[in-house]
């Protein structure tokens, strides 16, 4: 069965920081792979994705992901993050063969103080 | 377009009593899941439906869960009877297959609580 491990359960940045969060997952075959935040009270939105090709993805509001396929590894960056990037990070796997479900991970809570 | 809309956006309860969930999809989409968030064990997918088929439903815990599809528009899930570790955050979600993309959007949860 496929499984996501988030590395951080919550990492505290001051703002202008850089920010890494680890994701891993096990699955051998061809995946697809999604970064999906929660910012409080509010529901999941999608930050960013992979499919193929260039594995140095970039979504919404500066983030970025790189997929690693030989450490099985979709890490999240930003170079410099803000207060309002406060939220709960989300890694999510799901197979590349067909519609299946998302596998997440337990999520990273991120906080940013000024 | 209006995106996953879920009702209600609350719902206390009582232990033993009835409870359900609505979800209507975004229009078009073709596949529909339902996922449950607690603090314990995160997000996990409850089931999923494509084209109105319950295609995996092995994530519901018992069988005081069931869902329905009755049509590409409208979703349930209901619990019956309620139980206090039913309390969590549920979300539906929504995606069309033919896109390459299989992105999921999600809808904005039902916060249950069993008292």
């Known amino acids: 069965a496929q499984s996501v491990s988030q590395h951080n359960h919550h990492v505290i940045l001051s703002e202008a920081a850089s920010l890494e969060l680890g994701c891993n997952y096990s699955?051998?075959?061809?995946?697809?792979l999604f970064w999906y935040v929660q910012y409080p009270g509010q529901h999941l939105q999608l930050l960013l994705k992979y499919f193929s090709g260039d594995p140095l993805v970039k979504g919404i509001k500066g983030f970025e992901a790189e997929f690693i396929k030989s450490k099985f590894s979709f890490n999240l960056r930003k170079p410099s993050v803000q207060w309002s990037d406060t939220a709960e990070y989300f890694c999510a796997v799901t197979r590349n063969s067909g519609n299946t479900p998302l596998v997440f991970g337990k999520g990273t809570r991120l906080s940013v103080i000024a | 377009d209006a995106g996953v809309i879920q009702s209600p956006r609350h719902e206390v309860t009582e232990m033993g009593q009835e409870v359900t969930l609505r979800c209507k999809p975004i229009s078009g989409h073709n596949s529909l899941f339902w996922y449950r968030q607690t603090m314990m064990r995160g997000l996990e997918l409850l089931i999923y439906?494509?084209?109105?088929?319950?295609?995996?439903d092995s994530g519901m815990p018992e069988d005081r869960f069931s869902a329905k599809m009755p049509n590409a528009s409208f979703s349930t899930l209901k619990i019956q009877p309620s139980e206090p570790r039913d309390s969590a955050v549920y979300f539906c979600?929504?995606?069309?297959?033919?896109?390459?993309?299989?992105?999921?959007?999600f809808g904005p949860g039902t916060r249950l609580t069993v008292t």
């Open positions: 439906f494509n084209n109105n088929v319950p295609i995996d």
């Open positions: 699955y051998g075959g061809t995946v697809n």
């Open positions: 979600a929504s995606s069309y297959t033919p896109m390459s993309s299989y992105e999921q959007y």
